[in-house]
């Protein structure tokens, strides 16, 4: 397998195991897969309609949303997700979490 740099042309050397260059792989960190959901998927995810989702979002008891386009919003799956676990969470604790 030769290890060529993809930002150039195989030459003659390359093949022939004169080049001096090689790969090296970046070791990253994982990145946290999440993607954005819209108002139907999130009353969905959270059971609440519209107008609830929007006076808890007013109150700051709820995520805040993310300005997509001039025209389009969204939430973090990853942040609605974890907002309903809290709540359950806070319900099973019997610390009474109230909406």
């Known amino acids: 397998m030769l290890n ?12 022939n195991g004169e080049c001096d260059m090689h790969v090296v792989s970046e070791t990253r960190p994982p990145v946290q897969r999440d993607r954005m959901v819209r108002l139907a998927e999130v009353e969905h995810l959270t059971g609440l309609k ?3 989702i929007y006076r808890l979002m007013r109150e ?3 995520v805040q949303c993310v300005q997509v386009t001039s025209r389009c919003t969204a939430w973090s799956e990853a942040a ?3 907002w309903v676990q809290d709540r359950i969470a806070g319900a099973v604790a019997g610390s009474g979490a109230t909406l």
């Not at 060529?4 to 093949?15: E, G, K, M, N, Q």
């Open 4 to 15: 060529i740099p993809l930002h150039r042309p195989v030459t003659s050397a390359d093949i």
């Open 50 to 52: 519209k107008s609830t």
């Open 60 to 62: 700051r008891k709820f």
């Open 80 to 82: 609605v997700l974890q």
